[in-house]
């Protein structure tokens, strides 16, 4: 990174060494992004109990599900932002950046909308445990109508991170991690607002970080190549849309159908009574942990091979792939050591409940499978993502959102009456679907032809 702009450029230089100083920010900021996880279902666990619990197990899932947008699409202008930087086309920077922040915009707006319009009809398709009704609405509510600054943050987080710059985003989130922990303790301890008031905290923390990140942006303009003045800058292209729009919807269906997927089997989950229900927040907590530290190495990836396919540098796509193969699976097992040896002391954590408890003993072998799946997915991801291949992302939307995911699940969950745990088998399978999909995409040679043209 030179001293005239934040813009890194990963086309040279050690891949391995890039890889981690590139993806130990957004690895910390995951790993925060847990902690104030975390925080609420701690909190309410141990001030509400199990159906507290339940309930910001629900609402979190419902939260999850409701930002596919957001991802979808901030994902594709981060991998087109990585490409153009790879492809020295810096001119372009501005309308890109412009027209995604406008389009989240839109879809934020709409989302909120529908979601509060639907709110109990949602309530009722994710056969919410009836003790924890309440809270779950309260929880739910109050992130539908703070949708606006989690798609916010994304599309900051990712401009940033498409330039090469990871570093600011976690100052960002350490910030809103802090606030948010403060928040919980004062919303739920202090003021008895409940879950609602777990939600309150989260959505205040990211919107602070997302003003914060915007302010950051706007002052150091000049050195993520994007023009002096606000008339300018909000100036869309309708070209560049159309772009984002070919890579964003297969991005955002494939998010889509995951999250959804992952609903609908989560709704199942929650039919077999509170405790179980308590109990797959937790799953979902570590699952989250291990899944989010394998993002932040497949989004650091994606940017990095996005520059690289751009630049036409494709031997160091081979290295980046292989880089990331060796960190996450090296993660996978230091995870299931620990879910193996001490999993009575990790799920206590969260609850002292005995039911819970037991349920959580039964999930052990399943928790694991989960771990080596996200370290398949990761390295495979970022070949799919950084290359920007519109029908592979599409494919693996289907297979894994869709045909695998819930085929599996009713499989193993109703066929087999292997019950919650067939669901959650299910699903964990399920998450192997992007690696074996990669591998084909990998050695078909077709990622070299998904690129932006150089001038």
Not at 39 to 67: E, F, H, P, R, Y
Not at 100 to 119: N, P, Q, S, V
Not at 269 to 281: D, K, L, P
Not at 394 to 421: E, H, K, P, Q
Request: proline share 2%; charged share 10%.
């Amino acid at each position: 990174m030179n001293k005239s702009t934040y813009v890194t450029d990963f086309t040279t230089g050690s891949v391995t060494r890039q890889l981690l100083w590139f993806a130990l920010p957004m690895l910390l900021s995951q790993l925060l992004q847990i902690t104030y996880n975390m925080a609420d279902m701690i909190i309410v666990g141990q001030v509400l109990g199990k159906a507290g619990l339940s309930a910001v197990s629900i609402g979190g899932d419902l939260t999850n599900c409701l930002t596919f947008i957001a991802m979808g699409f901030s994902s594709a202008g981060q991998i087109l932002i990585s490409q153009y930087i790879g492809a020295r086309r810096h001119d372009q920077l501005a309308a890109l950046v412009s027209t995604l922040l406008l389009l989240l915009l839109f879809f934020a707006l709409l989302m909120t909308a529908g979601c509060l319009y639907e709110r109990h009809a949602i309530m009722a398709l994710m056969n919410t445990p009836p003790e924890a009704y309440g809270e779950t609405m309260g929880y739910a509510v109050v992130s539908m109508t703070g949708i606006l600054f989690i798609y916010g943050y994304n599309a900051a987080s990712a401009i940033l991170r498409g330039m090469g710059d990871a570093r600011h985003p976690f100052y960002f989130i350490a910030c809103a991690t802090v606030l948010n922990v403060i928040l919980d303790l004062v919303f739920v301890c202090f003021w008895n607002l409940g879950a609602a008031g777990a939600a309150l905290a989260t959505v205040f923390s990211q919107g602070v970080s997302f003003l914060a990140a915007s302010c950051f942006i706007w002052r150091h303009r000049s050195q993520y190549y994007l023009p002096a003045s606000l008339g300018e800058f909000f100036h869309p292209d309708f070209q560049i849309a159309g772009d984002l729009l070919k890579l964003g919807v297969p991005m955002a269906i494939k998010n889509a159908s995951v999250q959804f997927s992952k609903l609908f089997v989560n709704s199942w989950i929650n039919s077999y009574g509170v405790a179980v229900s308590a109990f797959s927040g937790v799953a979902n907590r570590l699952y989250v942990t291990s899944n989010l530290i394998s993002n932040a190495i497949n989004t650091a990836g994606s940017s990095m091979i996005g520059q690289n396919i751009g630049a036409a540098r494709y031997e160091r796509v081979n290295q980046i792939i292989w880089s990331i193969f060796r960190i996450t699976v090296t993660l996978a097992i230091l995870f299931s050591i620990l879910l193996y040896t001490w999993p009575v002391e990790i799920f206590q954590i969260f609850t002292d409940d005995p039911e819970v408890a037991r349920i959580g003993i039964e999930y052990v072998p399943i928790g694991i499978l989960c771990f080596f799946s996200c370290a398949g997915r990761s390295a495979m991801n970022s070949l799919i993502n950084g290359s920007g291949n519109t029908k592979v992302n599409f494919a693996t939307a289907l297979f894994d959102g869709l045909i695998l995911r819930l085929g599996l699940s009713v499989l193993f969950g109703v066929y087999l009456n292997m019950r919650y745990m067939g669901f959650w088998l299910g699903d964990a399978l399920a998450n192997f679907t992007p690696f074996w999909v990669g591998i084909l995409f990998y050695l078909s040679g077709a990622w070299k032809k998904s690129r932006v043209r150089q001038k």
